[in-house]
């Protein structure tokens, strides 16, 4: 393994990478840097989040620049105001002993006449994202003609996230003398027509390693009916006492839907997602850098750019739609030399997903089982003992109390004492978990033959008389709830009506979902309904509707309520406010 003086940089450089504590460079950055500092010639890379491609391409731009000139000689463009945040911080951190070297990050969401003014002052490396560097330039206060060279960073993701026409006219403004590196994760032809229309004769480099911490990463799943994909997310971070973690959605609803409910049951959790202003995602990112957020529950696109090197896991709520997402979600534990652990929550239905990605990742998912209430129990007990051991204990505060604290506590004994002091953080967390059930394993078939208290049904004004079928129903259903994956249990369709089950986390979204909906010309009228006479016999015990068997095998009852609050999120007794973090 050679060292980055052998690649051909500065002491400069060097130097200011010894302060950052890099020893060695990457294999992208071995590959990259020499490829840089020599020639000319354009550059695809083949490079994801965590191989150290910011200072694969950063470096050797920076060892070039003339500092003698303040025009703008190097454009970095990526996807995100905060990855391209985050390269700008890099760059200054690379050139912290290159006296003379102005950068300069422009993004939406933050002043331009700011960004104006340090333009005006002269840089010579921008880093921006598409938007604002196009306006910029119709401003004319970004004048690129003697740019060396531009930076593609993420181009699949600058592409996916629709700024295809803003690439064409930042590149087309550019010299033809220049050198262009293309970052890439994955090469959709979207990406290789950008690489024709703009590179000549490219020199294709490939970080080899997919991902600097890949190795380290193991891979698990957890199977489970679709209405305990929630609780499992529960009981995998309260079995991991200092759980650190980005549980990833597919959908920004989905992320606003499992955040409320974590946050409901009293977890440091918040949502990242495109609804977001710049300025509240600002917060929520910081929050979690900072680790007063415990969980963060984000879209693929959201957390981009989050640079946050010591996730214990990568909680995958649902499986990503594309299978490179899953790499670029993975790719986010197991980095700076620890071990990571990406986990899938999945129903039956997804286990078809796992297999195109263990192709692609090269390693094979685990399966594991969910915890049982006794298991968290226990670890969260010994991670408090271990908490009493280690707590620093500030006797000038404590001492003056002691002498009371002793009186009051005469006469219990040792044992008791200790008894006692642990019930006070516990208790809650027993009897959360006490009579626990299993909830491994997809028992959703075994369902499907109604009356299921897990399911709320539902009277719809729709029957044969319109031509309705099951299928038919099913299709209206997942059409105006606009989603394909929610468990529907029973249907029966009567001549002018008819009745379905859904999941009763669904209640309200169906509710909601149906009111303004018609039908040939007609409006709906969906409405939540008992369990008809006919069905609740057949030796089952039944509830009447929306029965609230919860995590905790049915010890809460049922509520009563025909309201349709709660949305499913809260299904145990609120969690005391954890401190850890
Ligand atoms: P990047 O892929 O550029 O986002 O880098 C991923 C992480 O690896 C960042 O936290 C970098 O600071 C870190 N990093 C990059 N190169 C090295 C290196 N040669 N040695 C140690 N850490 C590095």
């Not at 491609?53 to 303040?70: E, G, R, V, Y």
């Not at 105001?81 to 070297?101: D, H, P, V």
């Not at 739609?321 to 986010?332: A, I, K, L, P």
Request: aromatic share 8%.
């Amino acid at each position: 393994m050679s060292l980055f003086t052998d690649l051909g940089l500065s002491q400069e450089i060097t130097r200011a990478l010894e302060d950052l504590g890099y020893e060695q460079p990457t294999p992208i950055q071995e590959k990259s840097i020499p490829q840089v500092l020599s020639s000319k010639a354009d550059l695809k890379a083949f490079a994801q989040t965590g191989t150290g491609k910011t200072a694969a391409f950063s470096l050797p731009i920076i060892q070039q620049i003339d500092l003698d000139n303040s025009s703008v000689q190097a454009i970095i463009l990526s996807p995100t105001r905060e990855l391209a945040i985050q390269i700008g911080k890099n760059i200054e951190e690379f050139s912290k002993y290159t006296k003379g070297l102005k950068v300069l990050t422009v993004y939406g969401g933050s002043s331009i006449d700011d960004q104006i003014k340090r333009l005006k002052r002269g840089v010579q490396i921008v880093v921006g994202t598409p938007g604002r560097t196009v306006d910029l330039i119709k401003r004319n206060q970004l004048k690129l003609k003697n740019i060396h060279w531009v930076v593609l960073d993420e181009a699949d993701e600058m592409l996916n996230m629709g700024f295809k026409e803003d690439l064409d006219q930042i590149l087309e403004v550019t010299p033809k003398e220049k050198q262009t590196l293309l970052f890439s994760a994955t090469f959709p032809k979207e990406v290789d027509a950008i690489a024709k229309n703009y590179m000549h004769k490219p020199v294709e480099i490939n970080a080899g390693k997919k991902n600097a911490g890949a190795d380290k990463v193991s891979h698990e799943y957890y199977l489970v009916s679709e209405r305990n994909r929630y609780p499992a997310l529960k009981r995998l971070a309260d079995v991991h006492p200092d759980f650190y973690s980005i549980v990833f959605c597919r959908t920004r609803r989905e992320t606003k839907d499992v955040a409320s409910k974590l946050i409901a049951d009293g977890y440091n959790a918040d949502a990242l997602h495109g609804d977001l202003s710049q300025a509240q995602r600002d917060i929520v990112m910081e929050k979690f850098r900072k680790r007063q957020l415990q969980i963060l529950v984000a879209t693929d696109v959201a957390a981009r750019g989050l640079d946050v090197d010591d996730l214990t896991h990568v909680i995958n709520y649902k499986l990503p739609d594309q299978t490179e997402n899953y790499t670029h979600r993975s790719g986010r534990t197991g980095r700076a030399g620890k071990k990571g652990i990406s986990i899938a929550i999945i129903s039956n239905k997804e286990k078809n997903k796992l297999k195109p990605i263990e192709n692609k990742i090269g390693k094979k998912f685990v399966a594991q089982q969910v915890p049982s209430g006794k298991e968290i129990c226990e670890k969260q007990l010994f991670k408090l003992i271990e908490k009493v051991k280690d707590v620093n204990v500030k006797d000038d505060q404590i001492n003056p109390y002691l002498e009371s604290i002793y009186s009051q506590l005469e006469g219990v004994s040792r044992e008791d004492l200790i008894q006692r002091f642990v019930s006070i953080e516990f208790n809650q967390f027993l009897s959360y978990y006490e009579d626990a059930n299993d909830i491994n394993g997809d028992d959703s078939k075994s369902r499907k033959t109604g009356g299921d208290e897990n399911f709320t049904r539902f009277y719809i004004n729709l029957g044969k008389m319109d031509k309705i079928n099951p299928a038919k129903l099913i299709g209206i259903i997942n059409e105006t709830l606009d989603k394909g994956d929610i468990e529907i249990g029973q249907i029966e369709i009567l001549k002018s009506f008819s009745f379905f089950e859904i999941d009763k986390n669904y209640e309200n979204q169906v509710i909601s979902s149906f009111q303004n909906e018609s039908f040939g010309g007609r409006s709906l009228i969906v409405e939540v309904t008992k369990q008809s006479k006919q069905r609740s016999g057949g030796g089952r015990k039944r509830k009447s509707f929306g029965g609230n068997r919860n995590d905790f095998g049915g010890r809460k009852g049922f509520s009563g309520k025909k309201s349709y609050s709660g949305g499913g999120g809260n299904d145990r007794p609120k969690r005391k406010k954890s401190k850890r973090y």
